[in-house]
């Protein structure tokens, strides 16, 4: 997941770039610390000709001065970090944001540029500017350009940019809702594993409404309220009920959804817990707080010690590898059963759920399971 933590990440936090949110750094989005000018502000400012001409420019009439001189942790530069690339466009959405609204700052930000600034990061960077203005505007002929809608008649709005004090965005809520309608009607897609009983739009907006958990601190039922004719509301209480407020990454989101029923014909109604702690040295749950050596799996049955893992591209390095190893020993040392799932593993839902329901067989059949 890189590298996080550190005097730049303090900074960015200090700045307010960093977004408040229930789950830690690599769930929220860092806004961008290098901000884009008007071409004559710079100008009048007294940046040389030469260096404004020689300025990457996001839009016309608007410029981006040059980059800040590293070096800086890995995902965190002056550019802040998002979870992806931008896709075709060159700029993060935030910088692009900020670029079009200087050239029109009656505008309010909406849909995924407004939960990006709200510090969603993943999924935004590769759609293009939605604004609403007073104005009557045309559209960029470009897909590169900012999409304009009319201004809607009741809004609330907050400035969550403090690069930017007076550049306005929906609130999370709505922006939440707005983004969860493109994808019920299948306007925004992203790969995702097929999971038993829920379709592909259904998946990603269970994903999505996750990452949000993390980034923000909206509840269901403020989500229900804000998607209130937006999203058909039956299907979204059901998926309220399938979320989580602890899940941290997308395909975490996913591999919950996977096992959701696998814990169905075992006695006591044992449950799954998004990062329950434990300590590597007796077993026990403990808190996060606890200072001896203890691990957090992703998903846990806490009354039949089974630890679900799931390793992103960050667990690739060898040293990352013999570390997962050595906890994965450790904790079957202390009467836990562990399951370590990558992208092939959730791919494969066949082999997934062979290897999670001999866990849990394990599991119950064990002593410390009566």
Same mark, same amino acid.
């Given at each position: 997941? $890189?590298?996080? #933590?550190?005097? %730049? ?6 700045? =307010?770039?960093?977004? /408040? ?11 961008? =610390? ?8 710079? &100008? ?25 001189? =590293?070096?800086?942790? +890995?995902?965190?530069? /002056? ?31 909406? $849909? ?9 990061? %993943? ?21 590169? #350009? ?11 709005? @907050? ?29 925004? !897609? ?11 739009? +259904?998946?990603?907006? @269970?994903?999505?409404?996750?990452? !949000?958990?993390?980034? !923000? ?52 109604? /044992? ?11 007796? $077993? ?32 690739? $390095?060898?040293?990352?590898?013999? !570390? ?6 450790? &904790?079957?040392?202390?009467?836990? +059963?562990? @399951? ?18 001999? *866990?849990?067989?394990?599991?119950? *059949?064990?002593?410390?399971? +009566?």
């Amino acid at each position: 997941m $890189g590298k996080f #933590g550190g005097e %730049h990440w303090d900074a960015a936090e200090s700045d =307010g770039r960093i977004r /408040p949110g229930r789950g830690p750094l690599f769930t929220r989005r860092v806004l961008p =610390g290098l901000a884009p000018m008007l071409r004559k502000e710079a &100008l009048d400012n007294g940046v040389p000709r030469s260096v404004v001409d020689a300025s990457d420019r996001p839009t016309r009439g608007v410029v981006i001065p040059p980059e800040a001189e =590293g070096p800086f942790p +890995e995902r965190l530069g /002056p550019f802040g970090w998002s979870s992806e690339d931008p896709g075709p466009f060159r700029w993060d959405i935030i910088t692009r944001l900020r670029a079009h609204w200087l050239l029109c700052q009656d505008a309010v930000a909406c $849909g995924w540029v407004a939960l990006a600034m709200h510090g969603l990061p %993943h999924w935004a960077d590769s759609e293009p500017v939605d604004l609403y203005s007073t104005r009557t505007r045309r559209n960029a002929g470009s897909r590169f #350009g900012a999409r304009f809608r009319p201004m809607p008649a009741k809004l609330t709005t @907050v400035c969550p940019d403090r690069l930017f004090p007076t550049l306005r965005c929906v609130d999370a809520a709505t922006a939440l809702a707005q983004c969860l309608s493109t994808v019920a009607r299948g306007k925004k !897609t992203w790969w995702a594993p097929a999971v038993p009983g829920l379709d592909d739009r +259904e998946v990603r907006m @269970v994903q999505l409404i996750d990452a !949000t958990y993390q980034c !923000t601190y909206l509840t269901a039922d403020q989500i229900l309220a804000a998607a209130y004719r937006k999203v058909n509301r039956r299907v979204l209480e059901d998926l309220l009920t399938l979320c989580d407020y602890g899940a941290q990454s997308p395909m975490e989101s996913v591999l919950r959804l996977m096992v959701r029923d696998t814990l169905a014909d075992i006695g006591g109604e /044992p449950t799954w817990t998004s990062q329950v702690t434990v300590s590597l040295t007796d $077993g026990q749950v403990v808190k996060d707080s606890h200072r001896g050596k203890k691990t957090t799996p992703d998903l846990a049955c806490t009354s039949l010690r089974v630890a679900l893992y799931y390793d992103g591209r960050h667990h690739d $390095g060898d040293d990352q590898t013999d !570390t997962d190893f050595r906890l994965f020993q450790q &904790l079957r040392g202390v009467g836990w +059963e562990a @399951v370590r799932i990558n992208r092939a593993l959730l791919a494969d839902p066949e082999e997934l759920m062979k290897q999670v329901n001999a *866990a849990i067989s394990r599991a119950a *059949a064990a002593p410390a399971a +009566e």
